[in-house]
């Protein structure tokens, strides 16, 4: 009863052949090791054939999903389990379909009842359904084992070497036995570290050798479980005066079965260590098409070979040390805190790979719809580049539905050596509304500073076959992942180059008469004159320019040498590195509870403002209220222009217990005065069941001799925000900003609230406002 593919198996149970009945002692450990959650428990039983178990799992109290590839299977489990209540019958192949219809949520219970063994890729399925369990969840294996298995028959069940390779990574694992059936009670996370292993040392005093990194139709690695207790990929050393290429050919065929030709082989990069004190040079060859049936050939040198997702390399336990590094080398990122090893990237002109499963296409519909919903995508370039390009691609060490979240996170992709995030790919709406506000035409030439690849690959979409993309980031690193992954997945019309993107493009890649379009992917302080002087006049600037820390994704259009702001969009972006840094100078107040952000300039003296913390509290009330939902980014923006010496507030104590009435890690707008401070804070005025019923009011806070002057100003500020800015519908007006290079002097900027950077000069025009000479 080895079958190995999935008509065999219709065939078996339209037969009216049956499986080993659940037995009496199962029942009593699946009771006892796995008994209902309070409040009721969710069950996914695998495999689950006639359904015996499944239907045992709903007759404990669990909600059970019964999943089979066997049509047949699943036919005779509805008729002879017709009555059976909180029992959902699914045909799917948990290997290779897509999952949607299991339960995003996760479950209580999954169980694998005889059908472990049969498995191609026992590794990945395992580490895809641990990643389903909810918190305290249990995974559940019963199957044969060698030991009481007939020789003829060995197929069907487990060697220790497999029962430990099942159980690694697992918090607790309990090894029960029923009838001669081992029965595995796994809990706690689903996965081992990986960790970079050696063999024996070598003899010899070089070591060279060619890895070929192969991937299916789902874009999953192909990996070979070693003798050695080690994941490894195919290939070998080179025969004589082979080479690197046709080693790793003839290896793979070896190994694996799978053949390639030389026109479908690229060696992408060499890399160069020690194993054991011996120098070793391996070549990392990408095969980009292959045929044949995957079998394993050299029985007495790998367990099996298996697919595995590029987002659980990071937890599959020990690999050899040169594959994780090629691995590495292919995907940066996917295989953390490796060694650090030399490699020599070599110029080719490899073509993209393609492969994706169908769950990745279904989510990435999912996560557009959600956006166009959203009304961040209006036009059609903009939406099919988020129906066609493959985001998941461009963060491989993350698994699809973090890919494809269509909310607003953002994934972060690479941190410093204190933990900070330094690179990330943005939320998808984000990157939808600034890439409808850059209004590219097919053809257009675009700069992007800030690189990671899918986002340099939307605008490509967009542009078309005769445009293109150059970005530029000015970490190394990021620039190398940059360009592995859009060669892999990519266009091939991205240019990625290492520099601070600050000082804008280089001059060889700038086309003659600047580019169509520029877009800033990290929080600008300033704005370059760089990126002003290298988009073509008319074109689109898209940047997110802080304004006393508040950000705004503003789409500019270049006007000779001014730029006129068109779209104001809320966001926040990792900050700048390189020139654009700065450090915003802090001063903590009451040791620690408060912090006050000079986010312009120089700190202010805060004498005596410690001692006015400790007394009186100055309130007003403005009259200004709003509902539930309501968005006031434009309140942030007319204080931050229109006040002089706005500072930013923050709390680090709960509500109840702190001075402020500031909730904890929040802030406020706030002003200063001699020993004073007020600032501006929102409170509920209006409790209710129903949100539409729910209104706050915007109230003044103040401090110290000068804090009920000082209040006054700032709710002058919110009333004037109200009456002008803030329409009868609800709705807000944006300013009208320029913005001016840095030496244009006051008497040819237009009337309004002027805020000065190093490089630019940036004017504001808000409805009803006269601001004072």
């Known amino acids: 009863m080895a079958y190995v593919v999935r008509d065999q198996w219709q065939q ?32 996914l039983d695998v495999g689950c054939g006639t359904g015996s178990l499944a239907v045992y799992l709903a007759s404990l109290g669990y909600t059970v999903d019964a999943i089979d590839f066997a049509d047949s299977a699943l036919a005779r489990a509805r008729d002879e389990h017709a009555d059976v209540a909180r029992l959902r019958w699914i045909c799917l192949d948990i290997e290779g379909d897509d999952p949607a219809e299991l339960h995003e949520d996760g479950y209580d219970l999954v169980t694998m009842r005889l059908m472990y063994p049969f498995l191609r890729d026992r590794s990945r399925v395992l580490h895809g359904l641990g990643e389903r369990l909810r918190p305290d969840g249990t995974l559940v294996v019963i199957t044969p084992v060698v030991e009481h298995t007939p020789a003829d028959r060995r197929g069907i069940a487990l060697d220790e070497d497999e029962i430990r390779l099942l159980t690694e990574g697992w918090e607790t694992v309990e090894r029960l036995e029923a009838d001669q059936l081992a029965v595995l009670v796994l809990r706690g996370p689903c996965h081992a570290n990986t960790q970079a292993v050696e063999k024996r040392p070598p003899t010899g005093h070089a070591l060279t050798g060619a890895l070929a990194v192969v991937t299916d139709h789902a874009g999953r690695v192909l990996l070979g479980r070693s003798r050695r207790g080690m994941w490894e990929l195919p290939g070998g050393k080179p025969s004589g005066a082979e080479s690197f290429e046709a080693a790793a050919i003839r290896e793979l065929a070896e190994e694996t079965g799978l053949t390639t030709s030389a026109s479908d082989t690229h060696v992408v990069t060499m890399l160069a260590d020690d194993s054991h004190g011996v120098q070793r040079l391996t070549t990392v060859v ?81 996560m557009t719809n959600t956006v166009i919903d959203g009304g961040w995508a209006p036009s059609e370039p903009v939406q099919q580049a988020l129906r066609t ?286 020993a004073s401070l007020a600032y501006l804070i929102h409170v509920q005025t209006q409790r209710a069941d129903s949100p539409a019923e729910k209104e706050w009011e915007w109230v003044v806070h103040a401090f110290g001799q000068h804090g009920p002057q000082l209040a006054e100003q700032l709710a002058a500020t919110v009333r004037a925000w109200d009456r002008d800015v803030r329409t009868n519908d609800g709705k807000q007006s944006d300013p009208v900003l320029t913005v001016h290079p840095a030496s244009t002097p006051d008497g040819q900027l237009p009337a309004g609230d002027v805020l000065d950077k190093p490089h630019s000069r940036l004017v504001f025009q808000w409805p009803g406002r006269v601001p004072s000479p």
């Open 389 to 674: 390009v493959p985001r998941h691609r461009f963060i491989p060490e993350k698994d699809l539905k973090t890919a494809y979240d269509g909310g607003d996170q953002a994934i972060i992709t690479r941190r410093d050596e204190t933990g900070k995030a330094t690179s990330s790919v943005s939320a998808a709406w984000l990157q939808a509304d600034m890439l409808q506000s850059l209004c590219l035409k097919p053809g257009a030439i675009v700069f992007e500073a800030g690189s990671g690849g899918y986002n340099a690959e939307l605008i490509a979409h967009v542009v078309g076959a005769t445009g293109r993309v150059v970005t530029g980031d000015i970490d190394p690193y990021v620039v190398h992942r940059t360009r592995r992954l859009t060669t892999e997945a990519g266009s091939g019309r991205v240019t990625a180059f290492q520099g601070d993107a600050a000082l804008g493009a280089p001059s060889h890649l700038v086309p003659r008469g600047g580019f169509d379009a520029v877009v800033i992917t990290y929080n600008s302080w300033d704005i370059s004159p760089a990126w002003r002087e290298q988009v073509t006049d008319g074109g689109r600037l898209v940047l997110p320019l802080e304004i006393h820390g508040y950000t705004r994704a503003i789409a500019f259009e270049r006007r000779g040498e001014m730029l006129h702001a068109r779209k104001f969009t809320h966001c926040g972006f990792l900050r700048a590195q390189g020139e654009h840094a700065r450090t915003i100078p802090v001063v903590h107040l009451l040791d620690g509870e408060l912090k006050l952000r000079f986010e312009d300039g120089t700190p202010a003296s805060t004498k005596g403002l410690e001692m006015a913390l400790r007394g009186p509290r100055h309130q007003i009330a403005t009259g200004v209220t709003m509902g539930a939902g309501f968005y006031f980014g434009s309140l942030q923006l007319y204080a931050a222009t229109t006040l002089p010496g706005l500072v930013r507030l923050s709390a680090h104590r709960d509500k109840g217990t702190g001075v402020t009435q500031i909730a904890k890690d929040g802030d406020a707008p706030a002003i200063l005065g001699d």
């Open 12 to 43: 078996h149970y339209a037969d009216g052949k049956g499986f080993r009945e659940l037995g009496e002692r199962e029942r009593a450990l699946l009771a006892e090791h796995t008994p209902v959650p309070d409040g009721g428990g969710r069950a």
């Open 286 to 366: 990408r095969i980009t098409a292959w045929s044949g049936t995957l079998t394993n050939r050299e029985p007495q040198s790998f367990d099996r070979w298996e697919w595995h997702d590029l987002h659980a390399l990071a937890c599959i336990g020990p690999v050899f040390t040169p594959a994780a590094q090629a691995l590495h080398a292919i995907w940066p990122g996917v295989i953390p805190d490796l060694a650090p090893v030399h490699s020599y990237p070599l110029a080719i002109d490899q073509p993209p790979v393609p492969g994706e499963p169908a769950q990745a296409v279904r989510l990435r519909q999912q």
